[in-house]
């Protein structure tokens, strides 16, 4: 693989006394599409919140291993959580635009970061929202509620806000799994305008998703990684019974 922009090395995880992540070793590609994909419970989820200590907010949840990002291990105990999520955004399943207009919700993140140039702000605004393909439907409402927009215009702006602060990497857990299959492929459309310009992993349920942006995919089973690699590997010739029968369908 290419260069890798974060490498998680013999990562365990546990809710108390359950382990829900065991010797997670996972390398996410810079630039790449990574699909995380396995049944109902696996561990998807709980993964993809700890690559940006999403977990923190959990008293019960405790986390041993790596999580390096560029060449910081993020778990270690002076990192910045503040300044680790403007690097590493999410994207939750439910869309989650903030009660304020459109515009607000692309330029609440820059104006936390201290951005009140206000033209340049409007600027940036249509900038981030061209990128997530919405401009063209929302540029004569710019101040009308978000919460009016569709759900699928409102995941678009979700994924608009999480850019304008210029993350490296995106987070996406099932993104597309409350919208209609129109607004599915726009979804699908934006993550692959996204790519090289930002590392991105994705948790899909979808097989088809995964085999249509994914570079990568790993699947996981029981809090593990069972197998990892080039998407078209990992579908048309899996190496294990178990990503065989998942990805055929048999289970999950
Ligand atoms: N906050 C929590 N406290 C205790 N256990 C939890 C917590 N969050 C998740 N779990 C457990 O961790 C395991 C993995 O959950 P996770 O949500 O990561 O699965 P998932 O693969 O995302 O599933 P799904 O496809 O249904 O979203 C499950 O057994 C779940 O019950
Ligand atoms: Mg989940």
């Known amino acids: 693989m290419e260069k890798i922009k974060m490498d998680i090395q013999a990562l365990d995880l546990f ?21 995380l994909i396995g049944p109902s419970g696996c561990g998807k989820s ?9 977990h923190d907010l959990h008293p019960d949840a405790r986390l041993t291993g790596k999580i390096m990002l560029d060449d910081h291990n993020i778990l270690h105990g002076n990192t ?13 399943q439910k869309p989650n635009p903030f009660p304020m207009t459109v515009a607000d919700n692309v330029a609440y993140g820059m104006k936390i970061n201290g951005l009140h140039d206000k033209p340049e702000v409007r600027r940036r605004i249509e900038q981030c929202l061209r990128s997530s393909f919405l401009w063209e439907e929302v540029s004569g409402e710019l101040d009308k509620s978000a919460l009016d927009l569709s759900g699928g215009q409102q995941q678009r702006l ?7 602060v210029e993350p490296e ?3 996406y857990d099932e993104p597309c799994s409350a919208l209609d299959p129109i607004s599915t492929s726009k ?14 992993v994705i948790v899909t349920h979808n097989m088809q998703q995964a085999q249509r942006v994914a570079d990568y995919t790993a699947f996981m089973y029981l809090g593990e990684v069972i197998e990892f ?8 010739s899996p190496r ?10 048999h289970f999950g």
Request: charged content about 20%.
């Open 229 to 236: 690699g080039e998407t078209q590997q990992i579908f048309q």
């Open 46 to 54: 709980t993964l993809l919140r700890s690559l940006n200590r999403m």
């Open 80 to 92: 910045n959580v503040v300044h680790l999520r403007r690097r590493v955004g999410m994207v939750f």
């Open 187 to 200: 979804i699908e459309e934006l993550i692959l305008s996204l790519r090289e310009k930002f590392t991105q």
């Open 158 to 164: 979700c994924i608009a806000r999480a850019i304008a």
């Open 240 to 249: 294990h019974e178990l990503t065989k029968n998942y990805v055929a369908g």
């Open 15 to 35: 809710f108390g006394k359950k382990q829900v992540l065991k010797n997670i070793h996972l390398g996410i590609g810079a630039g790449k599409i990574t699909a």
């Open 169 to 171: 990497i995106i987070l």
